[in-house]
C-alpha cells in the first residue's frame, strides 16, 4: 500500500465542512480485500481492539487497506481524545486507488495518526508487535501540546457558540476573532485592549497597592525591604504575623505567607530576593485565599483557592497521599488540564517538616497536611467556586481595583474570611491584581459550579448581536469569475465600503493590488479577511485551492456560481467530468450562511442543481425568463433576475427593479451576452447584500472593463481603423461566448490569434478550434509559452485538426511566439476589420498590444 | 556674635502659591548679624563668591539684564536675597529645571522669606543648603568645593530616574495645558485627572495594547502578518553557526547584512566568501546572528504615532564590507522627505500589528520616491523609547514627539482636565462645600469631593487618613470614578501647602479675615493673607469663573484678577458690588424675597418659593445665605440648570441645618 499527496484540508471542502485530512492510497491487487490475507483482521483487531467495526453489518462490500487505514487514523485520534467523526473512503477510476478522507481536530495530530494508522496496518500485515499504548500517549501528548489551552479553548467556544469565526494567529494562544476591519484579537486571557501600561503596573506590587489604597480601596499595610535585617525590622513595625513576597512576580513564586519568627522571614526574603531584586514584607490577613475575576465591570466569577494538601488516613504515607492525589486525570503536569499535579520540591519538604511530617510519615486519620504556603493552581493548589456567594460592596471594590490599574480582564487576589461580607467589616484585603488570569479555576473548580467567563470575555469584544462578521461574497464557475468579482466589488465600493478581492491576476485592497499572481486560493482568501482595511471580501474561489486545501473562510454571506457548463481543466486531480466539477464548485453553495443567498444560473443545469444544497435563500439568474426553473421560483415569490425589454430585472414577489443596459456600458448595449450573464449574476449578489437599488445602478454605469480593471477580460482597442479585443478566455465556452460577442460587431474581414493552453483534454482543445472555424477568416497558431505537459508542436497540431472542417476560415498561420503572432496579426489589418487575440501571458502580452496601439495611434496624430 | 544664616523652617508649596503659580520652596531664614553687612560692606565678599559662581553675572534681577544681580551686590544688597540667587544658580548649573526666585523681609527684624522654584523639593533643599554654606564660606574667606556640590546635585537629579523623554513629556505637557504627574518613583506619569486621566510611560500609553506588544517583539510572527497583507518586507534568517551563516548568505545570493544584538551591523559583499562570513560572524559577539539581504542602501526609521509620520532618520549603512559606521554620525532628519507611499506602509504596518505608536524600521534606495518603484522592505516594528534616545541630539525632535504622542492621546485640544471646582476663605468653605457637592451629584455625574476631614466620592468617604490638603486633592483627582471634582482648600492650607491642582474652573472665594495670621509662615498682615487667597482666582481658567463674595471688600479687590468670568453673589441685590458687576452685564446671585435670583446684567431668572419649611428658614439665617448663594453661584456656573439648582436646594436643606 502507497499513501501520497496528502494534503490538508483547512477549511470547509467537498468532502465536508471539518479539516480533514485528505490522502491518495494505491493498493496492490491482494490489499484491494482485505478478505484476501487470512487472519489480517484478527491480528489487526488484537492490535487496535477499539477499532470496532469495518464495516455496517450485513454489507458484503471488500473492505480494502484503504478503508482500514482510513478507519484506524480517525479512532486513534478520537481514543487520544480528539473530537473526531467524520471520515471516508470513495474508489477512484482506477481499480486499488483510494480517496481516503478523515478529519482532523489538530493537523499534526492528524498526520501522526495516519502513519501510527499504516504502521498499524504494516504490523497486522506482517505479524509484528504494535505498541497501541505508545501510540495513543503520544498521540495525546502531542495533542495536548499543540491544541489551544483550557482558558483560551473556553474563549474561543464561546465565540464559535456566538457564530464568530476564528483564526489562530500562532502555536500558541494567539487569535484573531472576526473578519478584516471588524478583528479583534487575544491572547489566552488578554485582550487587544489591555495595555502594556496597565500589565506592567500589575506585576508591580508595591505601586498597584500604593495605588489602590490611594483609591480607597482596603490593602494590607507594609512596604519594601532592602535586606533581611530590614524585613525584620518591617515586620516588627507591622507587629503581628507577615507575609514576604517579591514585588515583581507572579503565580506564587516566592512568596511566603503567614510568619512570624526572624528566622522564618530571613528565609523567606531569601526565597523573594531570587524571584525579584526588590522584596516586600506585608501585614498577613487571616483568612482564605480568594480569587474575583473582572471582566469589563463586572464580577463574572469568585473561587476560594486551598494549597495543595492531603488527607492523612492513618494507613498510606505522605508519598503515597500525594500519588493518590496525583492520580486524578484532571491533575496534569501545566496549564493544559483544569488541575495540576501536586510537586513534592523543597518547598513541599519544607511545609511538611514545619508540620512535623517527611515524606515517609504515615498522618492520622482525617490529618490535613499542607504541602505548600500558596494555593496557586499551578503548583497543585484546587478551587472552590464561590460566585453566588459575593457580597456586593465586595464585588465592588474588586471592580474598583481592576478599573484603578486599568486592566479589562483582570483577577483580583484578596484574603478575607468570607466573601458574603464587604472587606471593611472583615479586616479584608486586596494583594494584587493579575493580567491574563488563568481561567481554569472559574471554568473547572475542584468544586462548585462552572462559570461562563469564555462568554463574558467575548462579550467584551463583540457587543449583543456582532458576529465580528464582514459581508463575504464567494464566487466559482467556469467562465466569467473575474469580471463577475470585480463587478461585485466595485458596487460594494460604491457604497463606500473599503473592499478586499482575490481575483486570479492577484489581491486587491481599496483597490490597491497587494499581491500579483493567482490569487483566488484559501491563502489568499485568509489574508483578505485578516486584513485591518477590509470592510467587504469578494473572493475568487478556484478549484485548484479547494483541492487543496478547502475553503479560506468557514461561511460566505453569498455564493455566486457563474456556470458550469462543458467545464474546464477536466482531466486533472480526479475531476474527470462536468459532475465531479460540480460537486467541486458546489462547496461554497453548500457553506451559505442561513441567512445568507447562493446565486446560480438558471439556464445551467448543473448550477442550477446546487440548489438544493444550499442551507439559505437562491436567487436564479438567466436572460430567458420563461425557463421552467424561473418560472416555478417565480411563482414561489422568490427573487430572481432576468433582462427582458433591453433591461436586467430584478424580481421579487410583485416588485420590479429595471436597470436599462442602455446604462451598463459593460454590456455595450447588450450585445456581449456573456457580459450580460455576469451583470445578471453581479447584480443578484449586489441584490443579496441589500445593496441600495440607486447605488447599483450608478455602479453599473461606471465600471468600465478596461485594460486596466479588468485586464484579458475583453478589452477592446482601436487599430488603425480595425477593431481589436484581447481576452485570457481558454475554454469551449468561453471561446462560445467571444464568438457570439464577436458575431454581433460588424466587421469586414475576421482574425483570431489563438495558442491554447495544454493543460487539458485533446478534446476540448480541439472543440476550441472546432468554434472558431466557423467564425473567423483568417487564424494565427502560436505555441504558448507554458506547453504545460504537452510536446512541442502538439497543441498547433490538435488545433489545426479541429479547423479541418471549418466553415469560414480560408488562411491559416502557424507562428512561434506569442509577440510575434500579435504583430504578424496587426500587420495584416485594414480599417474595418476585427481581430480576436486570446492572450496568454496576459501582463506582457496586453502591455505590448496597448504600446504598439499607442504608437499605431500617435503616428495618425503626427501625420 | 558669629556672622551666620539660619534657616529656621522649610515650607514645601506644591502647587500655585502665594508667590507664583509653580511648586517652590519656602524658606524661613534669620540672617541675624548680617542684617547689619550688606554685601558691599564685607570685604573681599563680592569678588570672592564672583569666582565660586562666575555664571552669577547672568542674573538679572530688578535691572531687568544681565549682570543686575551683580550691580546690587556691589551697591549693596542683604543675604536673603544674595541666598535666593546662589540657590538659584546652583540649581542652574545641575541642570534643574526652574528659574522662580523672591526674597522679602517679614516683619521680624533680619528675618526674610526665600522662595525658590522647586522642581523636585528634595532637590531644592538640598540646593538651599549648600547655597548658604557657599554664602558663608565666601563671607567668611573659607575654600568651599563648588563642583563637589554641583556633582551632588546633579547625581541626585539623576537618582529621581527621569529620563529625559520624561521630562519631555512634562514639558509638552504644559505647554497643551494638561496636567501632569508623576506616580510612584519610576517613569509613570498620570496625564488629566479623574475619569478623563490616561496614564502614559515613555511611548506605552493606555491605548498601547500588550498583544501588539508581543508581536512586535516577534519578528517571524510580525512579518507572517505584514507579509499577508502585501506589505514589502525584508527577509531574513537566524544563524546559529557560521555553516547556518554561510548557507543563509548563499541563499540570499547578493550583497548581506550579519547583524546581532545591539552590534553594529555588518555588510558583507561577497556572500560566498566563508572567511568574511566566519569573521564577522565572531566579531558579532554572542547574541544570535541574523542575516539579511542587503536590499537597498539606506535603513530608516519612521516614527508612527496615530497613524502620522511624526519623525523620520536615516541611518546610512556602511558600503564596504565589515566597515562599521561611525558612531557619531548624526541621525539625518528626514522627514519632510518621505514618500507617501512610504508613510502608508508604515501606517498600516502598525495597524496590522496593532501598535498606535510604533517605530518602522525600513530599508530602500529613495525614500522620497514611491515604494513600489524600487527595492524596499521593511525590517521590523519596535516601540518609540530606544527611538526617542537615538534623536535626542536633534533639539527640535524631542519636543515635537512629545508633543504629538500627547495631541494623539489627547485630540483637539482636550486636556484631560475635570469640571474643578476650588473652594477658599476664612469660613463657611466646608458647608459650601457639602451643599455644592449635594448638588452637582443631581447632574448624573460622580462628585469628588476633598475636604479637611477626607475624600468622599458622592456620599461615601473613602476610607484612609491623609495628612494634608494638597494629598487629598491628589488622591481624588487620582480616583478613577470622579467626573467633577470639588476641592475644599482653606487659607492655611493654600499658604502651607499650595493648591493641590494647577487650574481650576470655577474658583468660589467666600471672604477673608484680614485679621489671620500664621507667624511659622512669616504672614502676619493683610496685604500677605490676600496675596494667599488671590491664588484661588489666579489660577481659574480663562474658560472658568470666579465666584466672589460681594460682600467682602478684600475679596471684591479680587475682581478684576480673574482671567475667565465672575459671578458676584451676596444676600441682597442691592448690595453695591452686584449693582456695579450687573451694570458692566456680568452675573450675581442673591436672594429677593426668600426667592434665590440667577442674574445675568439686566436679566433676572427668579427661582420658585421654596415649599418645604425648614429651605425657606433657611434663607432667614443669615449664615444659611451666604452658604446657599455661594453653592448655588458655583453650580450655575458648572451649568447645573436652575431647576435643579432649586431642586436640590429644597431637598438638602435638612442638612444644611445639620452643619450648623
Not at chain 2, 522642581?119 to 554654606?133: G, K, Q, V
Not at chain 2, 505584514?226 to 550583497?255: E, Q
Amino acid at each position: 500500500m502507497e499513501v501520497d499527496r496528502i494534503r490538508a484540508l483547512r477549511g470547509p471542502n467537498l468532502w465536508c465542512r471539518h479539516t480533514a485530512l485528505e490522502a491518495v492510497v494505491t493498493c496492490r491487487a491482494a490489499e484491494i480485500s482485505i478478505a484476501n490475507s487470512a487472519g489480517f483482521e484478527d491480528r489487526l483487531r488484537a492490535r487496535f481492539p477499539e477499532i470496532d467495526v469495518l464495516q455496517p453489518t450485513g454489507q458484503g462490500t471488500p473492505v480494502s487497506l484503504a478503508q482500514v487505514l482510513e478507519l484506524a487514523t480517525l479512532r486513534l485520534q478520537a481514543y487520544a481524545g480528539c473530537p473526531v467523526t467524520f471520515s471516508r473512503c470513495s474508489p477512484t477510476l482506477e481499480p486499488g486507488t483510494f480517496q481516503i478522507v478523515v478529519e482532523y481536530s489538530e493537523e499534526v495530530v492528524g498526520r501522526l495518526a495516519l502513519e501510527l494508522a499504516q504502521t498499524l496496518c504494516a504490523a497486522a500485515a506482517n505479524d509484528t508487535p504494535f505498541d497501541l499504548h505508545a501510540a495513543l500517549t503520544q498521540l495525546r501528548e502531542l495533542d495536548e501540546d499543540v491544541r489551544l489551552g483550557p482558558s483560551t479553548g473556553a474563549i474561543v467556544n464561546a465565540g464559535v457558540a456566538r457564530g464568530i469565526p476564528y483564526r489562530r494567529l500562532t502555536e500558541g494562544s494567539l487569535v484573531q476573532f472576526g473578519w478584516g476591519s471588524r478583528q479583534r484579537r487575544i491572547q489566552a486571557a488578554d485582550t487587544d485592549r489591555t495595555s502594556v501600561i496597565a500589565e506592567t503596573l500589575a506585576q508591580d506590587k508595591e505601586l498597584t497597592k500604593s495605588i489602590l489604597a490611594t483609591a480607597g480601596i482596603p490593602v494590607p499595610g507594609g512596604r519594601p525591604v532592602i535586606s533581611a535585617e530590614d524585613a525584620v525590622a518591617a515586620a516588627q513595625e507591622i507587629g503581628g504575623r507577615v507575609v514576604v513576597k517579591p514585588r515583581f512576580g507572579n503565580q506564587g513564586k516566592g512568596v511566603t505567607v503567614n510568619i512570624e519568627t526572624p528566622e522564618q522571614i530571613t528565609a523567606a526574603y531569601a526565597s523573594a530576593r531570587e524571584g525579584s531584586d526588590e522584596v516586600l514584607v506585608e501585614r498577613f490577613i487571616p483568612g482564605h485565599d480568594y480569587r474575583v475575576l473582572v471582566i469589563g465591570n463586572a464580577v463574572v466569577a469568585a473561587a476560594r483557592r486551598e494549597p495543595p494538601h492531603v488527607n492523612g488516613d492513618g494507613v498510606h504515607n505522605v508519598r503515597e497521599l500525594i500519588d493518590e492525589v496525583n492520580s486524578d486525570p484532571r491533575r496534569g503536569s501545566g496549564h493544559a488540564t483544569s488541575l495540576t499535579k501536586i510537586k513534592l520540591d523543597e518547598i513541599a519538604r519544607a511545609s511538611l517538616a514545619d508540620q512535623g511530617y517527611d515524606i515517609d510519615s504515615i498522618p492520622p486519620r482525617g490529618a490535613r497536611v499542607i504541602l505548600r504556603n500558596n494555593s496557586n493552581l499551578s503548583t497543585g493548589g484546587t478551587a472552590t467556586d464561590v460566585t453566588d456567594d459575593v457580597h456586593p460592596e465586595l464585588a465592588a471594590r474588586a471592580i474598583e481595583a481592576a478599573q484603578t490599574i486599568g486592566l479589562d480582564v483582570c483577577g483580583v487576589d484578596m484574603v478575607c474570611e468570607s466573601v458574603l461580607k464587604p472587606l471593611e467589616e472583615q479586616s479584608g484585603g486586596i494583594v494584587e491584581v493579575n493580567a491574563a488570569p488563568g481561567l481554569r479555576m472559574h471554568l473547572a473548580p475542584a468544586f462548585g459550579k462552572s462559570r461562563p467567563v469564555g462568554e463574558a470575555i467575548i462579550s467584551t469584544l463583540f457587543g449583543p448581536g456582532e458576529d465580528g462578521r464582514i459581508p463575504v461574497v464567494a464566487v466559482t464557475g467556469t467562465n466569467g469569475k473575474t469580471t463577475t468579482v470585480r463587478l461585485i466589488a466595485h458596487l460594494l465600493t460604491g457604497c463606500g465600503l473599503r473592499v478586499g478581492m482575490t481575483t486570479t491576476d492577484g489581491v486587491y485592497v481599496a483597490d490597491q493590488r497587494i499581491d500579483t499572481g493567482d490569487c483566488s486560493g484559501p491563502r489568499s482568501a485568509r489574508s483578505v479577511l485578516s486584513h485591518p482595511d477590509v470592510d467587504a471580501a469578494v473572493l475568487e474561489t478556484a478549484r485548484g485551492g479547494l483541492l487543496r486545501e478547502g475553503l479560506g473562510f468557514d461561511r460566505c454571506r453569498v455564493a455566486v456560481v457563474t456556470n458550469i457548463g462543458k467545464g474546464d481543466h477536466l482531466g486533472l486531480n480526479f475531476i474527470t467530468n462536468v459532475d465531479d466539477l460540480a460537486i467541486l464548485k458546489r462547496v461554497i453553495v453548500q457553506n451559505v450562511a442561513p441567512d445568507g443567498y447562493a446565486v446560480l444560473n438558471a439556464a445551467d443545469p448543473i448550477t442550477a442543481g446546487m440548489a438544493a444544497g444550499c442551507p439559505g435563500a437562491v436567487i436564479f439568474f438567466a436572460a430567458d425568463r420563461t425557463l421552467p426553473l424561473m418560472a416555478t421560483h417565480q411563482a414561489r415569490g422568490r427573487r430572481l433576475v432576468f433582462v427582458e425589454n433591453d433591461a436586467v430585472v430584478a424580481m421579487e414577489g410583485g416588485v420590479e427593479h429595471r436597470l436599462p443596459l442602455a446604462r451598463i456600458p459593460l454590456t455595450r448595449r447588450g450585445a456581449l451576452g456573456f457580459q450580460v450573464e455576469n451583470v445578471m449574476a453581479a447584480v443578484a449578489a449586489a441584490w443579496a447584500l441589500e445593496i441600495d437599488w440607486q447605488l447599483i445602478a450608478a455602479g453599473l454605469s461606471s465600471f468600465n472593463s478596461d485594460v486596466a480593471t479588468a485586464p484579458g477580460r475583453f478589452n477592446v482597442f482601436d487599430y488603425r481603423g480595425a477593431t481589436l479585443i484581447a481576452d485570457y478566455g481558454h475554454n469551449p465556452d468561453a471561446i462560445g461566448a467571444l464568438v457570439k460577442a464577436v458575431e454581433a460587431l460588424p466587421a469586414r474581414r475576421r482574425t483570431v490569434v489563438i495558442s491554447g493552453a495544454g493543460d487539458r483534454r485533446d478534446e476540448d482543445i480541439l472543440g476550441q478550434s472546432v468554434i472558431l472555424g466557423d467564425a473567423f477568416d483568417h487564424v494565427i497558431l502560436y505555441e504558448d509559452q507554458c506547453q504545460r505537459g504537452r510536446a512541442a508542436g502538439e497543441v498547433i497540431k490538435l488545433l489545426r485538426d479541429g479547423l479541418a472542417g471549418a466553415k469560414r476560415t480560408r488562411h491559416i498561420e502557424e507562428i512561434k511566439g506569442e509577440f510575434r503572432a500579435i504583430d504578424t496579426a496587426l500587420a495584416a489589418l485594414k480599417p474595418g476589420d476585427l481581430c480576436l487575440i486570446l492572450i496568454d501571458q496576459v501582463e506582457e502580452a496586453l502591455a505590448h498590444l496597448t504600446a504598439q496601439v499607442a504608437s499605431a495611434n500617435s503616428d495618425v496624430i503626427a501625420h | 556674635m558669629a556672622k551666620h544664616i539660619e534657616i529656621i523652617r522649610i515650607t514645601p508649596l506644591r502647587g500655585p502659591n502665594r508667590w507664583t503659580y509653580r511648586p517652590v520652596l519656602e524658606a524661613v531664614v534669620d540672617i541675624g548679624e548680617l542684617e547689619d553687612y550688606p554685601s558691599n560692606t564685607l570685604d573681599g565678599f563680592v569678588g570672592r563668591l564672583s569666582a565660586y559662581l562666575p555664571s552669577l553675572s547672568e542674573h538679572r534681577c530688578s535691572y531687568g539684564e544681565p549682570g543686575g544681580f551683580l550691580r546690587r551686590l556691589d551697591e549693596g544688597t542683604w543675604s536673603g536675597h544674595i541666598l535666593e540667587h546662589v540657590t538659584l544658580e546652583l540649581q542652574n548649573l545641575a541642570g534643574i529645571p526652574g528659574g522662580f526666585g523672591r526674597a522679602r523681609e517679614t516683619s521680624k527684624h533680619a528675618v526674610y522669606t526665600v522662595v525658590i522654584s522647586a522642581f523636585d523639593e528634595h532637590l531644592t533643599e538640598i540646593a538651599l543648603l549648600s547655597a548658604r554654606d557657599l554664602v558663608m564660606a565666601a563671607i567668611e574667606d573659607r575654600p568651599f568645593e563648588v563642583a563637589a556640590a554641583i556633582e551632588n546635585l546633579k547625581t541626585r537629579r539623576d537618582a529621581l530616574g527621569l529620563s529625559p523623554i520624561t521630562l519631555g513629556l512634562i514639558a509638552a505637557a504644559e505647554q497643551r495645558g494638561i496636567p501632569c504627574r508623576r506616580l510612584g518613583a519610576g517613569e509613570l506619569l498620570q496625564l488629566g485627572h479623574g475619569a478623563n486621566q490616561q496614564c502614559l510611560r515613555l511611548t506605552d500609553t493606555e491605548r498601547t495594547s500588550a498583544i501588539a506588544d508581543g508581536i512586535a517583539r516577534d519578528r517571524e510572527l510580525c512579518h507572517e502578518l505584514l507579509g499577508s497583507c502585501g506589505l514589502p518586507l525584508v527577509k531574513f534568517t537566524r544563524a546559529a553557526s557560521v555553516d547556518a551563516a554561510c548557507r543563509a548568505a548563499a541563499d540570499y545570493g547578493d550583497a548581506v547584512v550579519m547583524k546581532a544584538g545591539t552590534a553594529v551591523p555588518q555588510i558583507v559583499v561577497d556572500p560566498g566568501d566563508r572567511g568574511v562570513i566566519e569573521r564577522v560572524f565572531n566579531a558579532l559577539g554572542d547574541d544570535e546572528t541574523v542575516i539579511e539581504p542587503f536590499l537597498a542602501a539606506h535603513e530608516y526609521r519612521l516614527l508612527m504615532v496615530g497613524g502620522k509620520l511624526i519623525w523620520a532618520i536615516e541611518e546610512p549603512r556602511g558600503v564596504a564590507p565589515a566597515r562599521p559606521r561611525p558612531s557619531s554620525a548624526a541621525t539625518l532628519e528626514v522627514t519632510d522627505r518621505v514618500h507617501p507611499s512610504f508613510v502608508q506602509v508604515a501606517a498600516l504596518a502598525a495597524r496590522v500589528v496593532g501598535l498606535n505608536i510604533a517605530v518602522v524600521a525600513c530599508v530602500a534606495e529613495h525614500i522620497d520616491r514611491p515604494v513600489t518603484e524600487q527595492a524596499a522592505g521593511i525590517i521590523d516594528l519596535t516601540s518609540g523609547a530606544s527611538f526617542l534616545s537615538a534623536v535626542m541630539p536633534s533639539p527640535e525632535a524631542l519636543p515635537r514627539i512629545c508633543d504629538a504622542i500627547l495631541g494623539h492621546l489627547f485630540p483637539l485640544g482636550t486636556t484631560g482636565r475635570l469640571p474643578l471646582v476650588g473652594i477658599t476663605g476664612a469660613s463657611d468653605t466646608s458647608a459650601t462645600a457639602a451643599l455644592l457637592g449635594r448638588l452637582l451629584q443631581l447632574s448624573g455625574k460622580r462628585v469628588g469631593r476633598a475636604a479637611p476631614d477626607g475624600i468622599y466620592v458622592d456620599q461615601r468617604r473613602l476610607p484612609g487618613r491623609t495628612k494634608t490638603v494638597w494629598e487629598a486633592t491628589q488622591r481624588l483627582l487620582a480616583n478613577r470614578w470622579v467626573e467633577i471634582a470639588v476641592v475644599e482648600n482653606g487659607t492655611g492650607a493654600i499658604a502651607g501647602e499650595g493648591l493641590g491642582y494647577d487650574r481650576c474652573a470655577v474658583g468660589v472665594v467666600t471672604n477673608m479675615d484680614p485679621n489671620a495670621t500664621f507667624p511659622q509662615l512669616a504672614i502676619d498682615n493683610p496685604d500677605q493673607v490676600y496675596a494667599v487667597l488671590r491664588t484661588q482666582v489666579d489660577v481659574v481658567l480663562p474658560t472658568g469663573i470666579a465666584v466672589l463674595n460681594g460682600v467682602d471688600p478684600w475679596v471684591m479687590r479680587m475682581l478684576p484678577l480673574c482671567d475667565g468670568e465672575v459671578i458676584v453673589y451676596a444676600a441682597l441685590g442691592y448690595t453695591a458690588a452686584v449693582i456695579e458687576h450687573r451694570a458692566r452685564g456680568g452675573r450675581a446671585v442673591f436672594v429677593r424675597a426668600g426667592r434665590l435670583v440667577l442674574a445675568r446684567g439686566a436679566e433676572e431668572m427668579v427661582l420658585p418659593e421654596f415649599t418645604r419649611a425648614d429651605a425657606a428658614s433657611n434663607f432667614n439665617r443669615n449664615g444659611d445665605v451666604q452658604t446657599i448663594t455661594a453653592a448655588a453661584a458655583a453650580a450655575w456656573a458648572l451649568e447645573l440648570p436652575a431647576e435643579l439648582i432649586h431642586a436640590g436646594l429644597e431637598t438638602y436643606a435638612g442638612e444644611l441645618a445639620a452643619t450648623r
